[in-house]
């Protein structure tokens, strides 16, 4: 799996999982915070956030060409220097008043152009690691490693957001409770109608501090104190970049041979592959075709930090009980995920000693990871943001998996498939699309006989159900849109960084992340229509687009596959 990859892949890679992990643990709670400080309505919330994350994704477009020009090294350098200047600024607390506002969206457009610069870049350096012929076969798979290396970061992101909120929340003698931000705007805009609920909830807070307290006066405090707690996780960003950036440069010896365009390389005489116009304009459609199916896909995929997030918010049980309490503890998860590389070490080495070692190690990890399991209470108590660590943890738990299915698909070598058996790029991302729409399926079911968003009886209640569903659904559709996710993401930008003409390397990988951006703005879709629908609809309307997209792809994948062999 790791044998005879470059170094510079696990170099960049390092310096990728810090910049991630700081990224997803501020999206982690982003769209919690838009809600709690400045009190939006989910059309709102969603639009902002799927402009932000339209505007991440789009930049790389800016950051590939201009790579194109001055070198992809330097634009990575000036990515995380600006990065750095846009998570700072988010981390300072403000009112929630204009200036505060105008504050959160500069930290915004900061953070979006430092990784416009940063991420397809990065990936172009890793791409061009494998066009040396030594290493070209691996690309697919070194691209898997890659991104597992990414949900590495992202796994550990839920567990320390919601681990900052509550020690802060726990300093001012709060707790977290999902439905006190509603109810508490609702008190500061004037309506006091559900003020009832709001004192209930007042009685559970631990702390001395709120005993004298009128609903008002703890609306404010609450919302105020939620909200800087918040800003204390988008801190941890901060941090990660400093581990980012310092990984960067003491490994920079490693991949430095790769970080050459095609202009630098013209420049020095270097040999790169020449593409007529016609090759050129072959492979440039086959990757546009690509990128307008892979849009719906992450129109899909990124309900993670919106829809799915209210979902797990208001709808979803805030406990865990029986075996499924050990999803909720980041570091069961990380043995879990640990004790998949140890097993499949152990079928995988040569050496009968490596087997044995291999073997008392991963019983040792399940050892752990029961005694983790034994140790916690009949009940868990969850917060949302906590659901989103499950996509990244089966990401890095399943990707040896896909590599070893896909590996021995590629060893099935005969006369009629000399290649062997493994799917091309363009065939994963449609079985991808399939699989997307699946998840969508698991939220139908979950959804059925729930009250609307809009609904005034469950807008009493601070907008939770009073019959919530069991984590499970939620759960599964993770596991499924991580399915997906594999199929399509890595292969993606292994396909893009393999195909793309070595001048326009930067600027297709834009493109990549492009077609990503029009995917995350469309996300705000189900936010516009929560409460103007039925909730299932929401689902419904995501996994038909699914099965579209996947029907376009399948019609047009032997002209993509042509193209691409040119």
Request: aromatic fraction near 14%; charged fraction near 10%; charge should be positive.
């Amino acid at each position: 799996m790791f044998q005879g990859q470059p170094k510079g892949l696990f170099a960049l890679a390092l310096a990728n999982t810090g910049e991630r992990f700081g990224y997803y643990t501020m999206l982690a709670i982003f769209m919690l915070f838009l809600q709690a400080k400045f009190g939006f309505e989910e059309a709102t919330a969603s639009q902002i956030y799927a402009i932000f994350l339209a505007c991440v994704y789009f930049m790389p477009v800016v950051g590939g060409w201009l790579a194109d020009k001055i070198g992809y090294g330097k634009c990575v350098v000036y990515g995380i220097i600006i990065m750095f200047a846009g998570y700072v600024c988010l981390s300072v607390p403000t009112a929630a008043n204009t200036v505060g506002l105008f504050m959160m969206l500069g930290a915004l457009l900061l953070i979006s152009i430092g990784t416009g610069l940063f991420k397809g870049n990065l990936q172009v350096l890793v791409g061009n690691l494998f066009d040396n012929p030594k290493y070209s076969s691996k690309r697919d798979a070194a691209f898997s490693l890659f991104y597992m290396a990414i949900n590495i970061g992202a796994m550990f992101a839920p567990s320390a957001a919601n681990a900052i909120t509550n020690a802060f929340l726990s300093k001012a003698g709060l707790i977290y409770k999902a439905d006190i931000p509603a109810l508490a705007h609702q008190v500061m805009d004037g309506n006091l109608e559900n003020v009832d609920k709001l004192q209930a909830l007042m009685a559970e807070m631990p702390g001395a501090e709120v005993a004298g307290m009128d609903v008002s006066q703890f609306s404010n405090y609450y919302v105020e104190h939620l909200s800087g707690a918040y800003n204390m996780g988008f801190a941890v960003a901060c941090v990660s970049l400093i581990v980012s950036m310092a990984i960067y440069f003491a490994t920079r010896n490693w991949f430095k041979h790769a970080d050459v365009n095609a202009k630098q390389a013209a420049s020095a005489g270097a040999d790169y592959q020449e593409l007529t116009p016609k090759q050129t304009r072959d492979r440039m459609v086959a990757l546009f075709m690509v990128f307008a199916v892979v849009i719906f896909f992450w129109m899909a995929f990124h309900q993670n930090g919106s829809s799915l997030t209210w979902f797990a918010r208001d709808y979803t049980q805030p406990f865990a009980e029986g075996w499924i309490r050990i999803g909720f503890n980041i570091w069961a998860l990380a043995i879990i995920a640990v004790s998949v590389y140890t097993l499949f070490a152990i079928f995988q080495s040569k050496s009968t000693l490596t087997k044995v070692i291999c073997t008392i190690i991963t019983l040792g990890l399940w050892g752990g990871a029961y005694a983790i399991y034994a140790n916690m209470g009949a009940q868990v108590k969850i917060s949302p943001e906590l659901f989103q660590q499950f996509n990244p943890f089966f990401v890095v738990a399943l990707t040896p998996v896909s590599m070893a299915i896909f590996g021995t698909l590629a060893s099935k070598k005969s006369a009629a498939h000399p290649d062997g058996l493994e799917p091309s790029a363009p065939m994963k991302i449609g079985l991808g699309m399939l699989v997307a729409a699946c998840g969508y399926l698991v939220m139908l079911l979950a959804s059925q006989g729930q009250m609307s968003p809009s609904d005034p009886e469950i807008i009493k209640l601070g907008g939770v159900s009073p019959d919530p569903v069991v984590p499970q659904y939620l759960i599964s559709t993770y596991l499924v849109l991580t399915f997906a996710e594999l199929l399509l993401s890595p292969m993606g930008i292994s396909f893009v960084s393999k195909v793309a003409p070595p001048k326009y390397k930067g600027l297709m990988m834009g493109f990549w992340f492009a077609a990503t951006a029009i995917g995350n703005y469309l996300s705000s879709i189900p936010g516009l229509l929560w409460k103007n629908v039925p909730i299932w609809a929401n689902w419904a309307i995501l996994m038909g687009l699914c099965l579209l997209a996947a029907a376009i792809m399948f019609a047009m994948l032997k002209k993509v596959e042509a193209a691409t062999k040119n």
